[in-house]
């Protein structure tokens, strides 16, 4: 079983930078990041697989935010810039261990591993 635990969430103004972290406590294949704004479904920002450093983005954050890995720590980070205030909501770090070949999963469902969450609240 893998254990994912999260940082880096906190309170910005508009324009900002924040980076979030998720150290998992084992090897997995894929690592991504959803959202999950209040009153809504959760939503793939960004993924990254560990072999070959494969990534997508969503539409909204493509240009402004970055994924990336660090193997020797097991942690995937995302970076945040130009911060919006549509972008507050919780981050969810997500992990599975499955391979894909075609794309990356968007249905949250089909990720086995969840950090906890953190809030990210952008300020006009």
């Known amino acids: 079983q893998v254990q994912l635990v999260e940082s880096g969430g906190g309170l910005v103004q508009a324009g900002g930078s924040l980076r979030l972290s998720c150290a998992a406590s084992?090897?997995?294949?894929?690592m991504a990041w959803f959202l999950q704004a209040p009153g809504k479904d959760r939503e793939l920002l960004a993924a990254?697989?560990?072999?070959?450093?494969?990534?997508t983005y969503a539409d909204s954050v493509k240009g402004r935010f970055t994924i990336s890995r660090d193997n020797s720590k097991n942690t995937v980070y995302l970076q945040m810039n130009s911060l919006k205030p549509e972008d507050t909501a919780v981050y969810y770090c997500?992990?599975?261990?499955?391979?894909?070949?075609?794309?990356?999963?968007?249905?949250?469902?089909?990720?086995?591993?969840w950090g906890q969450g953190t809030q990210v609240t952008v300020s006009a």
């Open positions: 997500a992990a599975d261990i499955r391979n894909w070949f075609m794309g990356f999963p968007k249905n949250p469902n089909q990720y086995t591993y």
């Open positions: 084992g090897r997995t294949t894929v």
């Open positions: 990254i697989r560990w072999s070959g450093g494969t990534t």
